[in-house]
C-alpha cells in the first residue's frame, strides 16, 4: 500500500486546529461586539475637554501644583492628594478619609482618575463637574476646614503662584480667584487618565489580551446585568440608583443615616440612591462602596449580585467577573510631584 503524501497528513492534522482557532476568532469578535453593544468603551487617548474651561499647558501646570499644594488647607497640612493619592490608585485606601483636626469624612473617596468620564462628581453627585468638586473638599469643615477668602490670599502671598495665575488666565483683571483655582485643578486632573488595560486592548481587536477565565467574566458581566448600571468608558459614574434596588445591604454597608442623593434633591424617591461607582481600577481602590467597608473585591462583587440584581452569584461566577475586573486595571499617570512655590511673611500661618 502506498502511503499518503507527508504534506496531505500534516494538512489533515492541522485542519481541526485550523478550525478550533477560527471559532475561537469568531467567538472573540461576538463577545467583543457584545460589550459594544451594551455601551462597554476603551478609555481614549488624547486630552479630554471639559465645558467652559479650555485645557491649556499653563493651567495643568499650575493645577498640579494645586493639587499637591496642603496649604490649599487651613491646616496646612491636606492636600488633593491627600485623599486622592496619585500613587494608590487615585483614592487614599482608607474607609473614610481623615480630614481636619483628624475629623473623619462620611464616605469613602472615589478615585480622582479618570472622573473627567463621570456625568458628575462625588457619590451623591451635587457637583456638576472637576471644577465644581475641586471647591468642595477645600471648604468643608470636616476635610481641609478652609474658605475661599483665605486661598486668594495665600495664593496672592507667593509671588509665584501670582505669575503662574496670571500666564494661565491671561488678560483677567484679577487671575488669582478662587473659580480659577477650582479651573487649573480640573485642567490637571483632566490629564488624569488610565488608558490600555488589558479589556480596552480587547475592544480594540487584540483577543489575546484578557484569558480564557476573564472572557467568560466579561460574559457573565453582561449576562448577569451588571452593564445596566456599569456601561461607558467609566463603567460606571454616569447614574443614580438605589443601593439596595432588590435587597438592601446591612447597616455595616448601608449606613441608615447617609441617605445618600436625597441630601441634594430633597425627593423622598432619592433616598439611599447613589451614583453607580465607577469600576476603572477598581482592583486597586479598595475599600469599596460609599461607606468603605468592604475590603475585598470578591465580596464587593457577591453584595452587588444579592443587593443590585437580587442573584446569589455562585463562588464560581463571583471569581469569574472578579477576574474581569481585575482587567480594568490601565496604565498609571506618571506624575512628577512638583516644588512648590515659596512662602512669604504674607502667608497665612496654619490653624492646627
Not at 490600555?196 to 489575546?208: I, R, S, T, W, Y
Amino acid at each position: 500500500m502506498r502511503s499518503k503524501p507527508r504534506s496531505i497528513i500534516a494538512a489533515g492534522a492541522l485542519l481541526p486546529i485550523l478550525l478550533t482557532a477560527a471559532g475561537v476568532q469568531a467567538d472573540d469578535a461576538a463577545l467583543r461586539e457584545k460589550a459594544k453593544s451594551v455601551g462597554l468603551e476603551p478609555v481614549p487617548y488624547g486630552l479630554q475637554t471639559v465645558k467652559d474651561n479650555p485645557v491649556t499647558r499653563e493651567k495643568i501646570d499650575l493645577g498640579r501644583m494645586l493639587f499637591f499644594d496642603p496649604r490649599l488647607s487651613a491646616s496646612g497640612v491636606i492636600s488633593c492628594n491627600t485623599c486622592h493619592n496619585l500613587g494608590t490608585g487615585g483614592d487614599d485606601n482608607l474607609p473614610t478619609s481623615v480630614g481636619h483636626g483628624w475629623q473623619k469624612g462620611p464616605r469613602n473617596s472615589p478615585t480622582v482618575l479618570n472622573a473627567v468620564f463621570n456625568a458628575a462628581q462625588f457619590w451623591d453627585g451635587r457637583a456638576e463637574d472637576l471644577k465644581e468638586q475641586a471647591k468642595g473638599p477645600i471648604q468643608a469643615g470636616v476635610e481641609m476646614a478652609n474658605d475661599p477668602e483665605q486661598v486668594v490670599v495665600t495664593l496672592n502671598s507667593m509671588p509665584e503662584y501670582v505669575e503662574r495665575f496670571t500666564r494661565a488666565f491671561p488678560g483677567e483683571d484679577e487671575p488669582v480667584s478662587f473659580d480659577n483655582m477650582a479651573k487649573a485643578i480640573e485642567a490637571f486632573e483632566v490629564t488624569l487618565v488610565t488608558p490600555n488595560a488589558p479589556f480596552d486592548q480587547f475592544l480594540e481587536g487584540n483577543d489575546g489580551a484578557l484569558t480564557d477565565a476573564q472572557k467568560e467574566g466579561l460574559e457573565l458581566f453582561i449576562s448577569k446585568g451588571c452593564t445596566a448600571c456599569h456601561s461607558g468608558i467609566n463603567l460606571g459614574g454616569q447614574s443614580y440608583y438605589p443601593f439596595g434596588l432588590i435587597k438592601r445591604p446591612g447597616a455595616e454597608i448601608l449606613p441608615p443615616e447617609d441617605k445618600g442623593r436625597y441630601r441634594v434633591t430633597k425627593t423622598a424617591s432619592d433616598e439611599y440612591v447613589f451614583r453607580a461607582a465607577p469600576l476603572r481600577n477598581i482592583a486597586i481602590t479598595a475599600p469599596y462602596f460609599h461607606s468603605g467597608e468592604i475590603w475585598d473585591l470578591e465580596q464587593a462583587v457577591a453584595v452587588m449580585g444579592t443587593a443590585q440584581l437580587g442573584a446569589k452569584l455562585t463562588d464560581e461566577e463571583v471569581t469569574s467577573i472578579t477576574g474581569f475586573l481585575e482587567t480594568l486595571t490601565g496604565e498609571q499617570p506618571d506624575v512628577v510631584y512638583p516644588a512648590l512655590p515659596v512662602e512669604t511673611e504674607a502667608t497665612p500661618k496654619p490653624k492646627l
